[in-house]
């Protein structure tokens, strides 16, 4: 079975613009979580999308925003870029109980805003 | 809210040497418990996971983890290190019955092996 995958793996882009990521989960798999990740505050839970609807939300601002599509692929977008969201981007996919199961892990995107 | 404790931010260890790898949660009951590596570049790969039951669990590529719900505990083992194994490793907690702060992890303890 093919894994999650993400494109882009690398991005640069400019404070004040606008990014969006993309995940295919693995096949079969209904629910996808996105992750943030940063040497300072380490992994930490944006959402969860299951069935086209977000299931959960993490603690993050409103700049964040996902989707889910009929056919499972998820998409994130952060809108006005910071300094800050300068991270790896983890997309995670669960065959189950969605966010809080086992979670299979694509490669990630590398977003660096300058 | 729950949280994991990693105290272990650097480990060395030289190869083919036994490894343990420590995790702490804090939990008003048993979460799911999982352990994750991940290389350089790269995402988190599953290395094993707790539900319920036998306390001892194996993983792949050699690991082991034992959950003692005395101390709150999930330590991560290997009898013997690979220089390969040189890895980031993240203990991580779910909750029961779904929760809505998708998986806790801890810190991440950086594995360094020396030849």
């Known amino acids: 079975k093919a894994g999650v995958t993400q494109t882009p793996r690398y991005l640069i882009k400019t404070r004040g613009q606008q990014v969006t990521l993309s995940c295919s989960p693995i096949?079969?798999?209904?629910?996808v979580s996105w992750y943030q990740q940063t040497p300072g505050q380490g992994l930490q839970f944006l959402f969860e999308?299951?069935?086209?609807?977000?299931?959960n939300k993490g603690n993050f601002p409103g700049r964040f925003s996902g989707r889910q599509f009929s056919n499972s692929r998820s998409e994130m977008n952060v809108s006005t870029l910071e300094l800050g969201d300068s991270a790896l981007y983890l997309c995670a996919s669960s065959g189950t109980g969605g966010s809080s199961y086992e979670q299979y892990f694509g490669p990630g995107t590398r977003l660096t805003v300058t | 809210a729950q949280s994991v404790t990693q105290p272990d931010i650097h480990i060395t260890v030289s190869e083919g040497a036994s490894l343990e790898l420590r995790c702490n949660y804090s939990?008003?009951?048993?979460?799911?418990l999982f352990w994750y590596v991940q290389s350089p570049g790269q995402g988190l790969q599953l290395l094993l996971k707790y539900f319920s039951g036998d306390t001892l669990v194996q993983g792949i590529k050699g690991f082991e983890a034992e959950f003692k719900r005395s101390q709150s505990s999930f330590n991560l083992r290997k009898p013997s290190v690979h220089w390969s194994d040189a890895a980031e490793y993240f203990c991580?907690?779910?909750?029961?019955?779904?929760?809505?702060?998708?998986?806790?992890f801890g810190k991440g303890t950086h594995l360094i092996i020396q030849p």
């Open positions: 939990y008003g009951a048993t979460p799911y």
């Open positions: 991580a907690v779910g909750e029961r019955g779904g929760g809505a702060d998708g998986l806790t």
């Open positions: 096949s079969g798999h209904r629910s």
């Open positions: 999308y299951f069935s086209e609807t977000q299931r």
